[in-house]
């Protein structure tokens, strides 16, 4: 069973940037399609960037031209870099994965672990 661990969220000006982390266990991340989503208080959890196995990119329009997503297979990481942030990307971030590029668009993809914080604040 796949099980990410997130990492790389903190407390950052508007303007500046950030990249987030995502470790897979229990599987190759080369095998799944990954999504990066993010849940603000009082919100629901929002898909905010996923990538399928051969590297086609899905990005929420708030985030489109700040936001990458990418991959490193030999690390098994994801990674969310984050650049011209804004008060409003402020939540808890999540990754998860599944070989179902739809579900993973979805965000019906079972557990979830525990994020990162990020707090956009000037």
């Known amino acids: 069973q796949v099980q990410v661990v997130e990492s790389g969220g903190g407390a950052v000006q508007p303007g500046g940037s950030l990249r987030l982390s995502c470790k897979v266990s229990?599987?190759?991340?080369?095998?799944?399609?990954m999504g990066w989503y993010r849940q603000a208080p009082g919100k629901q959890r929002e898909l905010v960037a996923a990538?399928?196995?051969?590297?086609?990119?899905t990005y929420a329009d708030s985030v489109k031209g700040r936001f990458t997503i990418s991959r490193d297979n030999a690390k098994n990481t994801v990674y969310l870099q984050m650049n011209s942030l804004k008060p409003e990307d402020t939540a808890v971030y999540y990754c998860?994965?599944?070989?179902?590029?739809?579900?993973?668009?979805?965000?019906?993809?079972?557990?979830w672990g525990q994020g990162t914080q990020v707090t956009v604040s000037s």
């Open positions: 229990g599987s190759i991340v080369s095998m799944y399609a």
């Open positions: 990538n399928t196995r051969s590297g086609t990119t």
């Open positions: 998860n994965a599944n070989s179902d590029y739809g579900r993973v668009i979805r965000g019906d993809v079972g557990s």
